[in-house]
Antibody
């Protein structure tokens, strides 16, 4: 059974940093792209970014790429999201998801999600 | 970025009713449209990918159709466990973008 467990969320002051982790199990982590999606309180879903199977390529939402960095450690079956210079508008539940991206097509979907970790940016 | 617009924003229906949710894209996205269901306090769950492909384990009462800019999610016979919010999402262009959601209440 695919399992994704996020951790690392919490309360942080504006301008601070957090590193979120996502522990994967139940599948061969190194064979899948992975994605982060966030959801502000009472709002919809926003894609944050993703990372290729071997970590050689990462893509981030343009508005976040100067502050957020996605990485992975396939030896540890783990995905990370480093968030710097946090702002109140970054307050959200952050989900990691398995990203089924098919090369040379536009077919792509997020088939398994973690339960999310809550990030609150406030003084 | 491609804008995704869902309608209605919310609906209320009785058990056994047929429910239809529409998702419109601001430009053509071919068939690259996915649907998710989210219950309060839970993670989204993939229902349908690439317009009409049912994800493993999803009941057959869920069907998807459409192409280019207009798509539909249909629940043929609403069940109590179908309450929650439904989101569409396009994968044609990066960044992947989601609709604002349709909240379904079971009467």
């Amino acid at each position: 059974e695919v399992q994704l467990v996020e951790s690392g969320g919490g309360l942080v002051q504006p301008g601070g940093s957090l590193r979120l982790s996502c522990a994967a199990s139940g599948f061969t982590f190194s064979q899948y792209w992975m994605t982060w999606v966030r959801q502000a309180p009472g709002k919809g879903l926003e894609w944050v970014g993703n990372i290729k199977v071997d970590g050689s390529e990462t893509y981030h939402l343009d508005s976040l790429k100067d502050r957020f960095t996605i990485s992975r450690d396939n030896a540890k079956n783990s995905l990370y999201l480093q968030m710097n210079s946090l702002r109140a508008e970054d307050t959200a539940v952050y989900y990691c998801a398995r990203d089924l991206t098919y090369s040379d097509t536009y077919l792509r979907y997020f088939d398994s999600w973690g339960q999310g970790t809550v990030v609150t940016v406030s003084s | 970025d491609i804008q995704m617009t869902q309608s209605p924003s919310s609906l209320s229906a009785s058990i056994g009713n047929r429910v239809t949710i529409t998702c419109r894209a601001s430009q053509s996205i071919g068939k690259y449209l996915n649907w998710f269901h989210q219950k309060p306090g839970k993670a989204p769950r993939l229902l349908i990918y690439a317009t009409s492909n049912l994800q493993s384990g999803v009941p057959s009462r869920f069907t998807g159709s459409g192409s280019e800019t207009e798509f539909t999610l249909t629940i043929s016979s609403l069940q109590r466990e179908d309450f929650g919010t439904y989101f569409c999402q396009q994968s044609y262009n990066s960044p992947p973008t989601f609709g604002q959601g349709t909240k379904v209440e079971v009467k």
